[in-house]
């Protein structure tokens, strides 16, 4: 994929900053990152929520957290060392510590998480302020006579 420079519309726009960053990132490659595997959907007008498969991991293994448009989840496993003094002949149960991030969108919060089954649900809302929601103005109808603003006529 090619790449492309965003610096000159840098100098001729305001405000659009986060917008640039955000169309540059989706020009570099994730590195191949698919673990763990995730889903996620739409579950209301207004409501999402992201489905991980993080078996193996216990609550307090987890940590999630979201700041600046950005919902980062974190898994590291606690040392598990033999103490009942078995050995492993064969280790197919992934252990490795994963960094998840995902691009929230504006106004975009998370409501919460719940762990069932190996399965890690975040819940998301996207709440628009009342300020930014569109709103239906009144048309007044006015009577036929004009006022006279200008001059008096004596």
Known sequence: MRHVDFS???R???G???LFTMLDSLA???QGQTYPPYN???TGENAYRITMAVAGFGEDELSIEAREHTLTVKGE???ENGDDGSEFLYRGIAKRAFER???LADHVEVRGASLKNGLLHIDLVREIPEAMKPRRIAIEATSGKAKQIEAQNA
Do not use: A, M
Request: proline share 10%; net charge neutral; charged share 40%.
């Open 77 to 79: 496993k606690s040392d």
């Open 8 to 10: 000159p519309l840098y």
């Open 101 to 103: 991030r995902f691009q």
């Open 40 to 42: 996620i959907e739409r």
């Open 28 to 30: 570099q490659p994730d």
């Open 12 to 14: 001729s726009t305001v």
């Open 16 to 18: 659009f900053d986060r």
